[in-house]
């Protein structure tokens, strides 16, 4: 017997070091002008869920990129399963057993779920291969509990079952290692429940995996380690049952953060924004605001209330002229902020450099444009003002907004609409994707909006956003507005029974 082995033999089975399905040791990745990764050290453990929290910026998504395959670290070493490995493309990485489920989904729409599944697997299924296909696919997503149809066409499908589409396919495809990008960041509170209880039944079946999100409460709940990275460098890992969510986000700004609610009763003027009886269709022809009426002061900020699907793109698009009214009527007295739920189709020119977008509304105005050119100087000068103002991380004014992380893409169309001093401020999911410290600005920012006399519209499906933010709060369901609360007498309970539809209030 060799001495290791004996070591092995005599070594207490409760010190045995875990399993490693994945080290990262040293990574470090340079863009031009950006240290995104610095010498990044991460272990994953077999079987284990395990979280990586962040910054917006801190380079979470570029380690990811590169344990998959689609970035080469500039230097360091990645091991799986105590083995090196080099990837030189993602094909690499699935053959190791690497699975990604990017934010953005990457699902053909007209095609099933099952081909969706297959594409890129086989050069293609014999006819009579197709029933026992669906038929495996169907025990594979019953055994983790992904309700899911092979025969549904993507384009049919919701988002939290595209996401599930997603997983199934990495599952399909073997994969040992499971990668989640921000996977609740477009979820219903019901669809996260039902993803995080997937995932651990992955695990217990032998998934080890990588879960990012900015949301404390579900790492809490799903994970047993974190590892936290700040500024492309790893701050250290901990267990979750030895710490607290305050302790995390600690860990991650390196400093203490409050999310608490501190502003004084408002002190509502006139009304900036009316909806009289509005009527909305949605994309598909079916009706989407089915009277609602709302009244929003200057001065205070309604919190429109909700479980995503129940009008809110819809009313915020009514809102922002963006689709016609069936019936009725929107007053706006003033000019409108608005702050789009969907950032990359109505906030943002991804292809545009971060300067031509801080100014993207303003372009035809003096000092930005005069006598019909563009004053350059003047757009630059004021590009790098909002830059600082609402700290946005980019190592220039000149690269293309979308290159930038997704917090700080959302700072940059915060910064445009916000810096106007608009009377009306239309907020739609303003802080999706976002860490805990711009959750923090972009909160402070919305209450000094209110605190200089604007009327401020919040629609969010985050319950507990809603709370700290709002005077008021109108819960919306099934395109109707069926209760207003005023937040310091909101009972969280009784507004989950309104937002699910099972009380009104005298409506
Ligand atoms: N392809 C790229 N070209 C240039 N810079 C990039 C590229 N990808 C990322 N970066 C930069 O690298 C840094 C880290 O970005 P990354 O997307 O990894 O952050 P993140 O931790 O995922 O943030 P978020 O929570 O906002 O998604 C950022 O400053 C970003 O602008
Ligand atoms: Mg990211």
């Known amino acids: 017997m060799t001495d290791l082995e004996t070591a092995r033999l005599s070594r207490p089975s409760d010190t045995e070091t875990p399993l490693l399905a994945v080290e990262l040791i040293g990574i470090c990745k340079q863009f031009p002008g950006v240290v995104a990764n610095d010498g990044v050290n991460f272990e994953l453990r077999c079987g284990e869920i395990h979280a990586l929290l962040g910054g917006n910026g801190a380079g979470k998504t ?25 990837f030189h493309s993602p094909r690499d990485a699935i053959a190791a057993g690497i699975g990604m489920v990017h934010q953005h989904f990457m699902l053909v729409e007209s095609f099933t779920v099952a081909d969706n599944i297959i594409l890129g697997q086989r050069s293609g299924i014999l006819k009579e291969d197709e029933k026992r296909l669906h038929t495996r696919l169907k025990a594979v997503s019953n055994q983790y509990g992904l309700q899911i149809d092979p025969a549904a066409e993507v384009w ?22 499971l990668i989640l990008d921000e996977p609740t960041a477009v979820l219903t509170p019901q669809e996260v429940e039902e993803l995080l209880g997937v995932l651990r039944r992955l695990a217990e079946q032998g998934t080890s995996i990588i879960f990012i999100s900015h949301k404390l409460n579900e790492v809490m709940a799903v994970c047993a380690r974190v590892t936290v990275l700040r500024d492309g460098r790893t701050v250290g890992t901990v267990e979750t049952k030895d710490c607290t969510e305050r302790q995390l986000a600690q ?39 089915r009277g609602v009426n709302l009244t929003v002061h200057a001065g205070e900020i309604v919190g429109i209330a909700g479980v995503d699907g129940n009008g809110q793109r819809e009313l915020e698009e009514a809102i922002a002229s963006l689709r016609p009214l069936n019936q009725g009527k929107i007053m706006l007295n003033g000019t409108l902020a608005h702050i789009p739920s969907d950032r990359y189709g109505m906030g943002l020119l991804s292809d545009f450099s971060v300067a031509e977008n801080s100014v ?15 004053n350059l100087q003047a757009i630059l000068e004021y590009a790098l003002q909002l830059v600082q103002q ?7 004014v000149k690269i293309p907004a979308g290159k930038l992380s997704g917090g700080n893409a959302q700072r940059i169309v915060l910064g445009r609409e916000l810096s106007q001093n608009h009377q009306v401020v239309l907020a739609a999911q303003p802080t999706r994707g976002l860490d805990i410290s711009a959750i923090e600005y972009i909160h402070h920012q919305l209450i000094a909006q209110r605190h200089e006399g604007a009327a401020v519209l919040l629609i969010s499906t985050e319950l507990e956003e809603i709370l700290r933010l709002s005077d008021r709060i109108a819960v919306l369901y099934e395109g109707k507005i069926v209760g207003i609360v005023d937040a310091h007498e909101a009972d969280v309970h009784h507004l989950g029974l309104l937002m699910a539809g099972k009380v009104s209030c005298g409506s």
């Open 156 to 177: 049919h499908l919701s988002v939290g079952e595209q996401q599930r589409v997603e997983i199934l396919k990495t599952i399909d495809r073997g994969a040992k290692i």
């Open 251 to 289: 860990m991650m700004v390196g400093r203490e953060v409050s999310l608490s609610r501190t502003q004084a009763p408002s002190q509502p003027g006139e009304p900036l924004l009316t909806l009289k009886n509005v009527w909305v269709e949605s994309d598909r022809g079916i009706p989407a605001l």
């Open 360 to 374: 993207l509304r303003e372009i035809r105005k003096p000092p930005f444009n005069q006598h019909g050119f563009l």
């Open 390 to 396: 609402f700290n946005i991380r980019t190592p220039s």
């Open 62 to 86: 570029t380690l990811m990129n590169i344990l998959c395959g689609w970035y080469e670290p500039d230097a360091g070493e990645i091991r799986l399963f105590s083995r090196p490995v080099r």
